[in-house]
């Protein structure tokens, strides 16, 4: 017997088991069958169930309580506390609905600053940097999650010198004094930033993550839209375009476009 013969070893009887179940023993003949037979299985015990069924009745009271959009990607837990706590105080709950907190607004703003617009990924952020006239728009050498940051910061050293309390924990009117100082610019600075700077982001942010679309975070099962009766994403209004009146439409988002089954 041939040298090369001699020292071959014996097939490893997990891996025969593996090429015959995958097909590749056989020629790929039973390839739909057994792997495709495996598959099924596993997809159908995974498959949700019928939403009229028990089974799916709980599925579906689980899948409303939880909204895994609703979580902090920049910020860490104080900082959601105290940026909740400002755009509660500009963009208030009342009478025509929810505030800014419920809405999620907070986390609008922080997946905008875990994202390329915080990290300023396609501007040009390199000196020399100059004081820029009110039309050119952001021109601060630091990025916006950076000037984000320090603001809170220097908004929560500002409540506690004042009010010997952090912003989150004061009352609403000493809040709006705080934000009233920012806004104006004239005393508070974030490293040679005018905290008018922050403020206006601040306030640019909180109406945004109200209305914008909910996939980004805020609008919060678009109670914002409903509160403005704006229809949201619509794919067409041929149904309505020849009414004379004001057509009251049930809002659709980016989501609702997408088969999810």
């Known amino acids: 017997m041939p040298e090369n013969q001699q020292t071959k070893q014996p097939r490893d009887e997990s891996r025969r088991k593996f090429l015959k179940l995958s097909g590749v023993a056989l020629g790929g003949i039973v390839a739909g ?23 799916g009745q ?10 895994y959009n609703q979580a902090p990607m ?6 959601l506390r105290i ?24 986390y609008y703003i922080d997946h905008q600053l875990a994202g390329q617009w915080g990290m300023n990924a396609r501007d040009y952020m390199m000196g020399p940097f100059y004081k820029a006239e009110a039309t050119q728009g952001y ?7 950076e000037l984000f940051v320090m603001g809170l910061t220097v908004m929560n050293d500002h409540s506690k010198q004042k009010y010997q309390k952090g912003f989150a924990d004061l009352a609403g009117n000493e809040q ?30 909180t109406i945004e993550g109200a209305y914008a679309d909910p996939l980004y975070g805020g609008n ?39 088969n999810h089954s």
Request: net charge neutral; aromatic share 8%; hydrophobic share 35%.
């Open 33 to 55: 069958g057994v792997v495709g037979g495996i598959v099924g299985n596993s997809m159908a015990k995974n498959k949700p169930a019928a939403p009229g069924s028990p089974q």
């Open 58 to 67: 709980g599925q579906a009271q689980a899948g409303n309580t939880k909204d």
């Open 74 to 79: 920049f910020f860490n837990q104080e900082q």
């Open 83 to 106: 940026t909740e706590a400002a755009t509660e105080r500009i963009f208030p709950k009342d009478e025509l609905g929810p505030g800014a907190k419920e809405l999620g607004a907070a």
């Open 139 to 145: 021109q601060a050498s630091y990025k916006r999650h």
């Open 176 to 205: 709006d004094e705080v934000l009233k100082a920012f806004e104006s610019g004239k005393d508070i600075q974030l490293n040679g930033v005018p905290s008018q700077t922050f403020f206006e982001m601040l306030r640019s942010l």
């Open 220 to 258: 919060k099962n678009m109670a914002g839209w409903r509160m403005r009766k704006y229809p949201g994403d619509q794919m067409s209004y041929t149904a309505i375009i020849d009414k004379k009146e004001f057509t009251v439409m049930e809002p659709l988002s980016l989501h609702d476009h997408t």
